[in-house]
C-alpha cells in the first residue's frame, strides 16, 4: 500500500477514533478500509484515499468501473431506475409550488435529471458531477454545472437559492458529510427539500459485503441511526426516513428540509447493531471456497483492466 495516497480520518458523527476493523478490502479488490466506531456505530473508512487520489479516481478512472458504456440504459426489470426519485417525492406531498430551481449532486450522466424534466418541465436545473465525460453530457442537456466537487464553495454564491436538491447514492462517497449537508442547508429556500438515498447498512440484501458493498468510493455506510445523526450535527430536519420499498429494498431514502443544529445522539447499542450483522454476514464470506473464488475473480478483472 502506498501511504502517500492515504489518510487517517476520525469518526464524523462522534469525532472519536475508536474504531474496530471490518475489512481491508473490497469491490474489485481494492483497498477498502471498513471500520466500525465503537463509541456511536457509523460505519466508514479509515484509512481511505486522500483528497488527491479521489479526486483522480472519479475524473479519470470511476467510469471505467462503474459506467463503462455511460449510456442512458436504465430500465432494470421494467421499472425506471431513477423513478423513485420524482414518485416518492411526488407521494410525500412534499413538493414545493411553483418549483423554479432544481440542483442535482452527483448526476453521473444525467439519467435522473432527464426523468426529473419530464416531470417538472418548467424548472431550471443545475449539477454536480466529477466525471468529465458526463459533464459533457450534463451540458448538452442545458443543466448548469456549478463544478465537479462539493467540496468548493458553491454554496456561497446560491444561499436560499434551491427548491429541490437531489443526492441519490452520493452522501456516502464524501469526505465529511456533516460538511456537504450543511451546505445544503445554506442553498436551500425555507421551504425547500432535499431527497436522499444511501444503501442501507442494516439491510445488505443478498449483496456480498467484500465483492459489492464494501467499496473503495463508498467512504461511509449509514443507517438510520447514523444519517440521523448526521443530519442533526448538520441542522438538518427529517421529514421521511423509509427503509426501502417496492423500488428497492436495500435503500435508505430520505426528505429533510432546513432544521436547527442538535447534538448527535450517542448510542453503544448503535455499534453493537451494526457489528453483529457484520460479523453473520461476513461468517458466511469468509469460507475457504468463497475466498478462493474472490481471489480468482480479482485476478481475472486486474487482469482485463490491465489489459485496456
Known sequence: MNNENFEHVICAVCDADNTEK???????????????????????????????????????????????????????????YYQPVYERLYESGLLPDNIQQVLDIGSGDGNNLEYLMEKIPNA???????????????????????????DINFHEKFEGFFDVIIMRHVLEH?????????????ILKDDGIAYIAVPNNLKFGNSKLLDNWFRVVHTYYFNVHSLENIFRKSGIKTLVMEEGDEYNQKELFVIVKKGD??????????????????????????????????????????????KK
Not at 456505530?41 to 488527491?52: T, V
Not at 464524501?174 to 445554506?186: E, I, Y
Not at 450483522?277 to 486486474?302: A, G, H, P, S, V
Request: hydrophobic fraction near 30%.
Open 22 to 80: 471490518i475489512c481491508e478490502r473490497g469491490q474489485f479488490g481494492l483497498p477498502t478500509h471498513v471500520v466500525i466506531c465503537k463509541e456511536c456505530g457509523l460505519s466508514y473508512l479509515n484509512p481511505r484515499w486522500n483528497k488527491e487520489r479521489y479526486i483522480h479516481f472519479y475524473e479519470k478512472e470511476y467510469d471505467k468501473y462503474y459506467r463503462p458504456n455511460v449510456q442512458k440504459n436504465t430500465e432494470r426489470a421494467g421499472i425506471n
Open 124 to 150: 431550471n436545473y443545475y449539477a454536480i458531477e466529477p466525471s468529465e465525460e458526463c459533464r459533457k453530457t450534463l451540458t448538452s442537456m442545458d443543466v448548469k454545472m456549478l463544478g465537479s466537487d462539493v
Open 261 to 306: 443544529v442538535q447534538e448527535a445522539n450517542i448510542k453503544s447499542e448503535y455499534y453493537t447493531i451494526q457489528k453483529e450483522l457484520f460479523d453473520k454476514k461476513l461468517k458466511k464470506e469468509k469460507t475457504l471456497i468463497n475466498n478462493l473464488k474472490r481471489r480468482i475473480k480479482y485476478d481475472i478483472l486486474q487482469s482485463i483492466k490491465t
Open 174 to 186: 464524501f469526505a465529511n458529510p456533516v460538511s456537504a449537508m450543511q451546505k445544503v442547508r445554506t
